[in-house]
Every structure is written in structure tokens, then in C-alpha cells.
């Protein structure tokens, strides 16, 4: 399982890449590559996804934003997830404990460090529908550093 960078859109992108932005490997349909697909397919609707990796500074801003400038239609938009994908999620039932093997106290403890744990978490982050002008360098941090977060960038 780990933190999953997407660019998502309603129409083909072509790939990037420079010293601070990259946008590369389709997601494919159903999970065919072993990619987290059906999991990110959960999440985003958009049918065109694909991997982006972005540097928190101004640099990287501006040439996203041109970038943008150039390959986003009109009325369109993107959305930029970071959200965690992988294969962890279905492996966990093999690993837990059965209930009968356990007492009420360590019950207890587990409840308690699960709820402390999902407590811990952060709550699901969507930045509502920003232009192309408003993608700084801070914006990026933000997307890069904030899991479950969904930036749409209009034209």
C-alpha cells in the first residue's frame, strides 16, 4: 500500500516531463497491471488517470500551470488526487486475529488502539474547483503533503 499520486481527466493527456513535473503511465481499466486501478476507480470518476509527480515550488507551478494552459480544453477540468492505493487492503483478513483466540481485555486494548489509530487519521480533504492562476508552489504542498486530498484545477 502506498501514497498514490493522480492527475485524472475526462479526455488523453500527453505525458511530461521536466526537472520538477512528471506525468506518466496510464491507470489502466480494471486493474489489469496490478496498478491499485480499482481502488483509485472507487475515488475518481474521470476516465483517463495517470501518475503525477510534482515539486512544491513556484518553478514547478509555473510550468504546471502552462502546461495545463495548453492541454486543457476550454470547460474542462482535471483533478489531482492523492489518495493510498495497493494491494494491502485485501491481505489484512489473513493477518487478523479470530475473536474466539482472544480475552476481553486484549479485546478492549485492540478496540481502543483501532479507534485511536482511525481517530489519528485525517479527514478527507477537497479543495473545490481552483483556476490555473490560483496553482502556486503552496498549493503543491499542500496536494503533495495531504493524503485523500482532491484539488480540481479549471481552466
Known sequence: ????????CDYPLPPANTESMRIVHRFYPHGKYGDGTDQADAYI????????????????????RTYLYEHLKEAGNVELWNIWLGSGFKDYGKYMLKLKNISTN?????Y????MYIDSLPAPV??????????????????????????TVRK
Open 112 to 115: 481502543d488502539a483501532v479507534d
Open 45 to 64: 470518476k474521470k476516465p483517463y488517470k495517470y501518475s503525477i509527480t510534482l515539486k512544491a515550488d513556484e518553478t514547478c507551478a509555473a510550468i504546471f
Open 1 to 8: 500500500m502506498s501514497s498514490t499520486q493522480i492527475i485524472a
Open 106 to 110: 486484549e479485546y478492549a486494548e485492540i
Open 126 to 151: 477537497n479543495r473545490k474547483c481552483i483556476s490555473i492562476y490560483e496553482l502556486t508552489g503552496d498549493i503543491i504542498s499542500f496536494f503533495n503533503r495531504t493524503h485523500y486530498a482532491c484539488i
